[in-house]
Each structure stands twice: as C-alpha cells, then as structure tokens.
C-alpha cells in the first residue's frame, strides 16, 4: 500500500501546468497504470519520486505499453540505477566527477558553490533522477529524453 500511495501522492504533482496529468487531462490513468508496472516489474527499485517525471514525458510521446518499456530500459541504464537505488558510493563519485567538470569549465561558480557551502548533491540528485525534466523547458527535456 506505501507503494500505491507513493505513486498516488506524486501524480498529480507531474507536470501540474500542463493539464495531461489531471483527471480530466487523459494521461493521468496511464501515467498510474506504467509507474505501477514498472515497480512491480522491478521491485529492487520499486517506485522512486521522479520516475514520473521520465515515465510523464514518455507519455506525451508514445502509448503506454511503449513507454512502460522505455521507461525499464531507460532506468536500467545510465547512472538512474545507482540513483534510485540511493547507491551511495556511486551517487558520490557521479556527483564528484560532476564536481570536477564544474571546476574546470567553469571554476567562478564552482568557487561560489563552495563559498556558498552549496553541496552538489541537493540539485544534482532532483536533475539525474528526473533526467532534466523537472527543471528544463518541455521541449528541451523532450530533446534530453530522446538522446538517453
């Protein structure tokens, strides 16, 4: 029942300006219906908050059977895997390779991150586990979706 209710809680909260995720927006049934399948299909991961956002945007694209299978492709691939399971030792080294880069390309705001006291982690984690799409325009995540 906690999975249910994981999943319930998170729905509506999919892309609430856009009106597909509502009762009366039609995707609201499907989106339930792949989130449920996908975490009995994988109960190691189970559901996760933001897999909805991925599981959402696949949607907007694809009928549901399509995206259920997307969406277990997706995630047992890349670095979603290690990020809903909360592998801690491979969030930490994603986060410091990120870290890194930051330093490299762009050392200003790496250094103000770190004057800031700014731990990667808090943004990091939300931007891997919705693979952009809670923070990006809609067409761009669309665009990021469709490169993974």
Not at 11 to 35: A, I, K, Q
Not at 122 to 143: D, K, N, Y
Request: charged residues 15%.
């Amino acid at each position: 029942f906690l999975l249910i209710w994981q999943i319930e809680l998170d729905l509506l909260r999919t892309f609430p300006s856009m009106g597909f995720f509502t009762p009366e927006g039609g995707l609201l049934e499907p989106l339930r219906d792949v989130l449920l399948c996908f975490a009995f299909a994988r109960p190691e991961l189970g559901y996760v908050q933001g897999m909805s956002h991925i599981a959402g945007i696949m949607l907007l694209n694809m009928k549901p059977a399509e995206a259920w299978i997307c969406l277990v492709n997706l995630l047992d691939r890349q670095h979603f895997k290690e990020f809903f399971g909360f592998n801690l030792h491979a969030i930490t080294c994603h986060t410091a390779t990120f870290d890194s880069c930051l330093e490299q390309c762009e050392p200003g705001i790496a250094a103000r991150l770190v004057q800031a006291n700014i731990d990667s982690r808090v943004f990091l984690l939300q931007w891997f586990m919705t693979a952009f799409t809670s923070t990006l325009p809609m067409e761009t995540a669309v665009r990021v979706i469709d490169r993974l």
